[in-house]
């Protein structure tokens, strides 16, 4: 469909005051989920899906991630938000969904934030988790 926005988990609220129709989805592991917390979208508004973009410890490649994510029966016209820990693999999820032809952001810092880009993650910002 297009170029993939990128938007610092700083910035998300702000983003979603003008963007009512978005999702989020969270690509990361189970383990990750389990261990680490999860990003609690409806405490923004929106509602909040978990798929692994990677699985496992060894993070093998999801081959059915795009069949998971068809599977969870989001409308189109909605924006997919999509976070995994620094942003790398959110970023990879978020381009194969785009080909799905849908309209798709990368959460660029991630749920604990990225050295590479320098963005805090959601947690450190502030933002809902559970």
Request: hydrophobic share 35%; net charge negative; glycine share 10%.
């Amino acid at each position: 469909m297009g170029e993939i926005l990128e938007i610092p988990s700083a910035e998300i609220i702000n983003y979603l005051s003008t963007n009512k129709e978005a999702v989020l989805v969270d690509v990361r592991t189970k383990e990750e989920w389990e261990t680490i917390g999860k990003p609690n979208g409806e405490a923004l508004g929106i509602s909040t899906f978990f798929i692994s973009y990677q699985i496992g410890k060894e993070r093998v490649l999801n081959k059915n991630f795009d069949k998971e994510f068809s599977n969870l029966n989001i409308s189109p016209s909605k924006t997919i938000l999509f976070i995994c820990r620094s942003g790398i693999r959110s970023l990879h999820a978020a381009e194969v969904v785009n080909r799905l032809g849908y309209e798709t952001v990368n959460i660029s810092g991630g749920f604990e934030g990225s050295a590479a880009s320098g963005d805090a993650g959601w947690k450190e910002n502030g933002l809902p988790c559970t």
